[in-house]
């Protein structure tokens, strides 16, 4: 390795150990174990119980549950559009801007399904919901499957609160960062190809041997590895003469040499659940929730011991005048002398019943001021479609600003993949996507005559929950009863699942409007 590249590894990695110890400061490491344990149910962990029962009401996992089905319920999309298109060009041209963004937007769209981000969605919010904060970190895969003539996709990936340190740790302003690291832990073997492929001679790629470097991990299994299979590595990001440029190495050796990516904006993009004020870390939900679940805990463990020790009656009586007390039933038991006073009963102890209201209520006032009320859970009696809604719709309000920061976070990654789109892609490259009629469909991308264009993304989103579709059943039901509509029109408007063999029913609907004179 040149001198001045083992300047470059030590510097990076320096900076590294300076964020680590800024996250060390602020209790990230242990603040993300703890809540991790507490969503998966290890809720009693380090507790020496001392025989007193260890019950999980787990609380926690329903409320943050509640939370990520509640902001990812409804239908989410990308829709691209060209700022300032209807001013500054003729109507040809602002045609032409408008079916490019069309297409743009049927492409991102078909990819965002493609690449299930649904589920990466869900999982970066329960990242959130625990951490703090989630990030995306969106790189070109030269392996991935891509058109005949062409090579490599972009992919997205979730990456771990613990494991991107920012160059300002004072806002979470992504774009205005001096520089971002993105640590990570990759199976040694994986990394020796990618020196190789990178033109790393072999006696170097020798210094990539496997560490246990692992402590510092989300979670407590993120520690746990197989052992001499993994080796830590470390991406820098940062912004030169208008581009983002690359470089990735491990402690011993640079992978990857600084390289001008040719990409406008950072390929990462984050939310908080919470802003803090003055850091880049957001506040967990599950950090305010914590202790009203371990009270909880210990309440009815309590209660339990109480009960356990307590709820049946005893029997004392005097070893002098009985050798042996027996329980068995029609056996006669000794006595020597007078039977008189020889054996008491004990009634059972009560337990106060204003103990296990407390409980209840703890339990109830939390999920409220949450927001994970009655209604919101679903614990409701469908018989006012309308009024379950409207209590749904007022619950939800604590969540909007995490909606925005959802959306808002759904729309940055559609920028970065349009950058992406722009810088990897070659012109002429078949673009796929489905049309209306769910079919197959593709373009030539000719990105020359987008380029210069500045584009905006934004996250469309849609009703599509379930009382959202009672409603629509219920409305299409009452027009169709009025004969406002036809029963084509009906089955072509109600939602999947509520009519077997629809299309059967729709071809037959479709027959007899012809027939009828």
């Known amino acids: 390795m040149k001198k001045q590249e083992r300047k470059i590894c030590r510097d990076d990695w320096q900076l590294l150990e300076e964020g680590k110890n800024y996250k060390r400061q602020i209790g990230l490491y242990e603040l993300v174990k703890r809540n991790e344990r507490f969503y998966r149910g290890d809720q009693w962990h380090g507790v020496k119980s001392g025989g007193l029962p ?15 089905s509640t902001l990812m319920s409804q239908k989410i999309s990308l829709r691209y559009t060209a700022e300032s298109c209807d001013l500054l060009h003729t109507p040809e041209k602002r045609r032409q801007l408008e079916e490019g963004c069309a297409l743009l937007s049927h492409y991102m769209n078909y990819r965002f399904d493609r690449d299930s981000m649904e589920k990466l969605l869900s999982d970066g919010l329960l990242d959130a919901a625990l951490s703090g904060n989630c990030f995306a970190y969106v790189y070109w895969d030269r392996d991935k499957n891509a058109p005949k003539g062409y090579r490599g996709d972009f992919a997205t990936t979730l990456i771990d609160a613990v494991n991107v340190f920012f160059g300002d740790v004072n806002t979470s302003d992504i774009e205005s960062q001096p520089y971002i690291l993105i640590a990570g832990r990759e199976l040694t ?16 790629c020798r210094r990539i041997t496997p560490d246990s470097d692992s402590a510092e991990q989300a979670g407590d299994f993120g520690a746990i590895e197989l052992p001499g299979t993994k080796c830590a590595s470390l991406i820098k990001l940062w912004k030169e003469g208008g581009t983002v440029w690359y470089e990735k190495s491990t402690r011993s050796c640079v992978i990857t040499p600084p390289t001008d990516t040719g990409l406008k904006r950072y390929p990462v993009t984050g939310m908080c659940w919470d802003n803090v004020k003055n850091s880049c870390h957001g506040e967990a939900v599950a950090t305010g929730l914590s202790e009203n679940q371990l009270y909880i805990n210990k309440a009815f463990a309590m209660v339990m011991k109480h009960m356990l020790d307590v709820s049946f009656s005893k029997v004392v009586y005097n070893d002098t005048i009985i050798d042996e007390w027996t329980n068995a039933i029609g056996e006669a038991i000794a006595v020597h002398g007078d039977v008189e006073g020889a054996v008491e009963r004990i009634e059972p102890g009560t337990l106060q019943s204003g103990f296990l209201e407390l409980i209840n209520m703890t339990m109830s006032v939390t999920k409220e001021l949450m927001g994970a009320t009655d209604a919101a859970l679903g614990n409701v009696q469908p018989i006012n479609t309308s009024a379950i809604i409207a209590l749904q719709n007022a619950s939800n309000l604590p969540l909007e600003n995490q909606k925005r920061s959802l959306y808002r976070f759904i729309a940055d990654l559609g920028m970065i993949w349009l950058d992406y789109l722009f810088h990897y892609y070659g012109e002429g490259r078949i673009l796929f996507y489905k049309d209306k009629s769910g079919k197959m469909a593709g373009y030539s991308f000719e990105g020359k005559t987008l380029y210069e264009m ?26 169709l009863k009025r004969g406002f509509i036809t029963l084509k029109q009906y089955l072509e408007r109600i939602p999947e699942g509520y009519i077997p063999d629809k299309d059967k029913l729709l071809e037959e609907a479709a027959s007899g409007e012809k027939e009828t004179p």
């Not at 260890?54 to 990520?68: Q, Y």
């Not at 994986?190 to 072999?202: P, Q, S, T, V």
């Not at 993304?457 to 009452?478: H, K």
Request: charged residues 20%.
């Open 454 to 479: 500045t584009f905006s993304c934004y996250a469309e989103v849609g009703p599509s929950s379930y009382w959202s579709e009672i409603t629509s059943v219920n409305t299409l039901d009452s027009l």
């Open 54 to 68: 260890t019950p999980v009401f787990n609380v926690f996992k329903r409320v943050i549950n509640h939370f990520i």
């Open 189 to 204: 073997n994986n990394l020796i190809r990618e020196a190789k492929d990178n033109g790393m001679h072999e006696e170097e």
